[in-house]
């Protein structure tokens, strides 16, 4: 299946300038699946993400087809066909 | 002969770097390189070509250690991540405290102190990290508690001859020795007063701020603890106290001069509950017999209002002849001794909080 990763103007440079990624998946992937599959890619993007646990980075947010992750199952969410991620940083900091 | 002398300074929202050409004349200072990171680690390697590695901690994207072989012309970093917990730990680095060049004959040894505490070593030069496992397998490790920067392994002191050999210190855990590589490590607290403690001298569990060793005397280690100063001279096992003539015992910095193993310099606060400079006076303390006795250094520094303090890596020394003092204030000043600190002249200010400051001659 086919799920579209969007990335913010800052991240793009750790994805050979890319501000999408098709990315295919096979059987039922979840959140953490997808970014598996971009570790593989793009493991500088990867790693800005979440860390070497894979606890998703505390102010990265990934909107689900507009939903935060968290709100659903977090890495464990299940993605399906043509789900849109959007990889948005929290507004933080001072 | 001339020298320029690079100085990193590292704040809570990036890294500046300053140049002085020649000894003389003022400082061209650049940056915000790495903007909004906080950089707690920097280091000048110049065992080789000059090399500048940093510690770099972005609040959304995670720590990381670049390197700038230009003078931060240009940095870089590996794709994969340079210091990671490899998966059997279940733990996951959260910030780079230390950076630290191996022995001049080794230049591609360098070693990471962090968070959570551990030691990591690179064997090219810096750009990648493993795990220290005679460490982080310690029993003591699972009893170490963070202090109120975090749990830290914050010092990283090698043996400026030996490969095998470095001290390592850690809040709070102590001060930690190994003479095979890092394969088996000895707490070296012995006689490091810990009032904060049921026990007053306990094996381990001493809130250290920070350790400065002398190359030349490679067996002599300052310590700078969470209340007490210390000298060490039997390789960092035993300690005894050498804060008379201090206005306090409390701080963060130590730092030993480049070439007179007797000389060492420190920047006192007033205490626990009070961290402030002594007075409200900005002065750095210096000792010339090994801290038998100290001396205030404050020719060109602010006079009074100065409620401000120096963080533990923010006081340095370079290499030249006579001796170059750095510090950076959490104010964002750093100041600068030409002369060994007998007087000292503003480099820069208006920085975020200084964080992390080295110097050196390239």
């Known amino acids: 299946m086919l799920v579209t990763v969007f990335l913010p103007q800052m991240l793009r440079v750790n994805a050979a300038g890319a501000a999408r990624l098709e990315v295919e998946l096979d059987g039922d992937p979840t959140l953490g699946g997808l970014l598996d599959e971009i570790g593989d890619r793009h493991p500088a993007l990867e790693r800005r993400l979440r860390d070497e646990t894979g606890a998703l980075r505390r102010y990265i947010n990934f909107y689900l087809d507009g939903q935060e992750c968290r709100s659903l199952d977090g890495s464990a969410t299940v993605l399906v066909e043509g789900t849109e991620v959007r990889v948005i940083p929290s507004v933080a900091g001072g | ?362």
């Open chain 2, 1 to 362: 002969m001339s020298s320029t002398v690079v100085l990193a300074i590292g704040t809570r929202k990036g890294l500046w770097l300053a140049t002085r050409r020649d000894g003389r004349g003022g400082w061209d200072v650049t940056g915000p390189h790495l903007p909004m990171t906080e950089v707690y680690a920097v280091a000048v390697d110049t065992r080789a070509r000059p090399r500048v590695l940093v510690g770099s901690e972005n609040p959304h994207f995670g720590p990381t250690v670049v390197s700038s072989d230009d003078l931060g012309t240009s940095w870089r970093e590996p794709d994969h991540a340079p210091i990671a917990f490899p998966p059997d730990t279940g733990t996951a680095l959260s910030r780079v405290w230390q950076l630290a060049p191996g022995p001049p004959d080794e230049p591609d040894l360098v070693y990471a102190g962090v968070e959570p505490s551990a030691l990591f070593r690179s064997e090219d030069g810096g750009r990648t990290y493993e795990l220290v496992r005679g460490l982080w397998n310690h029993p003591h490790r699972e009893q170490w508690m963070p202090g109120g920067g975090g749990l830290a392994l914050h010092t990283v002191l090698p043996h400026p001859r030996d490969r095998d050999r470095a001290v390592v210190a850690t809040s709070t855990g102590g001060v930690y020795r190994t003479g095979d590589g890092g394969a088996s490590w000895q707490a070296g607290n012995k006689g490091i007063r810990t009032p904060f403690m049921p026990e007053e001298y306990p094996e381990f569990g001493q809130c250290v701020h920070k350790v400065a060793r002398h190359p030349a005397e490679p067996e002599r280690f300052f310590l700078q603890h969470h209340g007490g100063v210390y000298r060490s001279d039997d390789g960092a096992s035993s300690w005894h106290p050498i804060e008379n003539g201090l206005p306090s015992d409390f701080g963060f910095p130590i730092a030993t001069h480049a070439h007179r193993p007797d000389v060492v310099y420190g920047f006192p606060l007033v205490a626990d509950q009070r961290r402030f400079p002594p007075e409200g006076r900005c002065r750095v303390y210096r000792s010339e017999d090994a801290g038998e006795s100290w001396h205030p250094l404050s020719a060109g520094l602010p006079s009074e209002g100065f409620w401000s303090g120096v963080m533990r890596d923010a006081l340095c020394v370079d290499d030249s002849e006579p001796g170059g003092v750095y510090f950076g204030s959490r104010s964002g000043e750093v100041y600068a001794s030409a002369d060994e600190g007998d007087s000292w002249e503003r480099v820069v200010q208006h920085l975020p909080d200084v964080l992390s400051l080295r110097a050196a001659t390239v």
